[in-house]
T-cell receptor
Framework: ETGVTQTPRHLVMGMTNKKSLKCEQHLGHNAMYWYKQSAKKPLELMFVYSLEERVENNSVPSRFSPECPNSSHLFLHLHTLQPEDSALYLC?????????????FGEGSWLTVV | AQTVTQSQPEMSVQEAETVTLSCTYDTSESDYYLFWYKQPPSRQMILVIRQEAYKQQNATENRFSVNFQKAAKSFSLKISDSQLGDAAMYFCAYTGETSGSRLTFGEGTQLTVNP
């Protein structure tokens, strides 16, 4: 069992659907992240939350909407996505957001937009 | 901006042999950290090893060690006594003073271990 769990592991959605990805960390950390991993591209940071407050957006399209209700849970709400949004979405956590804080990842949620 | 480059898209090694994966980075920061992550077919990113730039001693974790050449901005990963379970995608990553804990990743190296 990992310290960071993501559900669902696989999701297929149409471009007009609304769905959510869920992440939960059991490590007592104070920061959580969403990363996007597309084929043949380096991992891209989408959002950072520290102590439930968003500290980084990285110019992600508004069709991706994060929510962090507490330090253990992070959601990524998806609506009117495009086929190019199909990717592996990785959730991660760390104790703090300072340099050198080790980041621990979940197993990812595979998203396919049809 | 910081960049991380992995010039070997694919590598292969015989079981029980040693392999070295290359990584170079570019930064103007003096305080930074370097990481190697492993991503097996399960897709979970697993931390293999980390190195603090201010430490001259190369980090070691069991069969995994790094060769950190600060002046050359090189950070290679050596895997000794390779095992079938080492087969995975390996990513080099960087964080520094201005990026906090946010990781900048390289493109990855796919390692195959042949029995």
């Amino acid at each position: 069992e990992t310290g960071v769990t993501q559900t669902p592991r696989h999701l297929v959605m149409g471009m007009t659907n609304k769905k959510s990805l869920k992440c939960e960390q059991h490590l007592g950390h104070n920061a959580m992240y969403w990363y996007k991993q597309s084929a043949k591209k380096p991992l891209e940071l989408m959002f950072v939350y520290s102590l439930e407050e968003r500290v980084e957006n990285n110019s992600v399209p508004s069709r991706f909407s994060p929510e962090c209700p507490n330090s253990s849970h992070l959601f990524l709400h998806l609506h009117t996505l495009q086929p190019e949004d199909s990717a592996l979405y990785l959730c991660a956590s760390s104790q703090l957001t300072g340099p050198g804080n080790t980041i621990y990842f979940g197993e990812g949620s595979w998203l396919t937009v049809v | 901006a910081q960049t991380v480059t992995q010039s070997q898209p694919e590598m292969s090694v015989q079981e029980a042999e040693t392999v070295t994966l290359s990584c170079t980075y570019d930064t103007s920061e003096s305080d930074y950290y370097l990481f190697w992550y492993k991503q097996p077919p399960s897709r979970q990113m697993i931390l293999v090893i980390r190195q603090e730039a201010y430490k001259q001693q190369n980090a070691t974790e069991n069969r995994f060690s790094v060769n950190f050449q600060k002046a050359a901005k090189s950070f290679s990963l050596k895997i000794s006594d390779s095992q079938l379970g080492d087969a995975a995608m390996y990513f080099c990553a960087y964080t520094g003073e201005t990026s906090g804990s946010r990781l900048t990743f390289g493109e990855g190296t796919q390692l195959t271990v042949n029995p």
